[in-house]
T-cell receptor, first 110, second 110 residues
Framework: DAGVIQSPRHEVTEMGQEVTLRCKPISGHNSLFWYRQTMMRGLELLIYFNNNVPIDDSGMPEDRFSAKMPNASFSTLKIQPSEPRDSAVYFC????????FGPGTRLTVT | QKEVEQNSGPLSVPEGAIASLNCTYSDRGSQSFFWYRQYSGKSPELIMFIYSNGDKEDGRFTAQLNKASQYVSLLIRDSQPSDSATYLCAALSGTYKYIFGTGTRLKVLA
């Protein structure tokens, strides 16, 4: 298996622009997670999907953040409008039992 | 607030020595625990997991769990410079929520 796939790997955008991060989980995994990692706050869970349904979005920082999982093999995390404080590495992870992380998207908002 | 606590380090050990990484957790309901290794600029990589009291060995790695003390540890035998990384401890709280510690930075000195 190719593992969890994320795109883009790096994204540089200007404040106010829309950003869309993409994730393809490991085939057969029924749980998908979006995390954000910064030096200051460590690894934070943003949202969790089970069988394509959002179960817990309590970690989504504001209404500017939204996530979708239209099918078992694809999820998006959208930030609109983006702000400099959104700069971080965003990880997607999937699990059947053990959780596996994708390579991450490094987002820089200027 | 359910938490996982780790000493941030750095923990420095000489090459060939045993590195001991420790983690405590607050949620007594947590049943499964995971150790991840994260190299700088990379995503967390699952090393091993444990859910029974006692020791679990996998190659040079041994995970130890003591539920009464709410304590998890990871021992790395014959430490190599390539083991230098940040090690994240995670507790599975409930059915899906992985609570991550902030990580311990390990430096193996050649």
């Amino acid at each position: 298996d190719a593992g969890v796939i994320q795109s883009p790997r790096h994204e540089v955008t200007e404040m106010g622009q829309e950003v869309t991060l993409r994730c393809k989980p490991i085939s057969g995994h029924n749980s998908l997670f979006w995390y954000r990692q910064t030096m200051m706050r460590g690894l934070e869970l943003l949202i969790y999907f089970n069988n394509n349904v959002p179960i817990d979005d309590s970690g989504m920082p504001e209404d500017r953040f939204s996530a979708k999982m239209p099918n078992a093999s694809f999820s998006t995390l959208k930030i609109q409008p983006s702000e400099p404080r959104d700069s971080a590495v965003y990880f997607c992870a999937s699990s059947g039992y053990e959780q596996y992380f994708g390579p991450g998207t490094r987002l820089t908002v200027t | 607030q359910k938490e996982v606590e780790q000493n941030s380090g750095p923990l420095s050990v000489p090459e060939g020595a045993i590195a001991s990484l420790n983690c405590t957790y607050s949620d007594r309901g947590s049943q499964s625990f995971f150790w991840y290794r994260q190299y700088s600029g990379k995503s967390p990589e699952l090393i091993m997991f444990i859910y029974s009291n006692g020791d679990k060995e996998d190659g040079r790695f041994t995970a130890q769990l003591n539920k009464a003390s709410q304590y998890v540890s990871l021992l790395i035998r014959d430490s190599q410079p390539s083991d230098s990384a940040t090690y994240l401890c995670a507790a599975l709280s409930g059915t899906y929520k992985y609570i991550f510690g902030t990580g311990t930075r390990l430096k193996v000195l050649a």
